[in-house]
């Protein structure tokens, strides 16, 4: 049985009633009593569900949040976190800054 992605309508997405309302393939939009909506891609993976928050509505479109969706469906199935969509290419990379190597750059500035 296939799943169905697709659900919601832009329309849509300004008027559902507070809830959690799926769009398929694991995103969904949350809609709170006190009216604000956000994206979030939820998934399993060893009896496990997570969620992981895509950002507000309004300044993430239904569009971009399927696109991002389907960007973190394919990491899943490659057995990798999906967040991983969201963060910067250079802190997957593990080439992050440390305070002692930004304290010596500044040091040697001064």
């Not at 049985?1 to 769009?23: E, Y």
């Not at 305070?99 to 001064?110: D, G, K, Q």
Request: proline share 4%.
């Amino acid at each position: 049985m296939s799943v169905k992605i697709n659900r919601l309508s832009a329309r849509q997405v300004g008027t559902l009633p507070p809830g959690f309302h799926a769009d398929g393939g694991g995103l969904y939009l949350r809609v709170r009593s006190s009216g604000s909506r956000a994206w979030v891609f939820r998934c399993s993976r060893r009896s496990r569900t997570r969620e992981v928050g895509l950002g507000a509505s309004h300044s993430r479109s239904l569009a971009d949040a399927r696109k991002v969706a389907a960007a973190m469906r394919i990491l899943l199935a490659d057995g990798a976190d999906p967040a991983d969509v969201l963060r910067p290419t250079d802190e997957r990379a593990g080439s992050k800054e440390t305070f002692a190597s930004c304290a010596e750059a500044l040091i040697v500035l001064f």
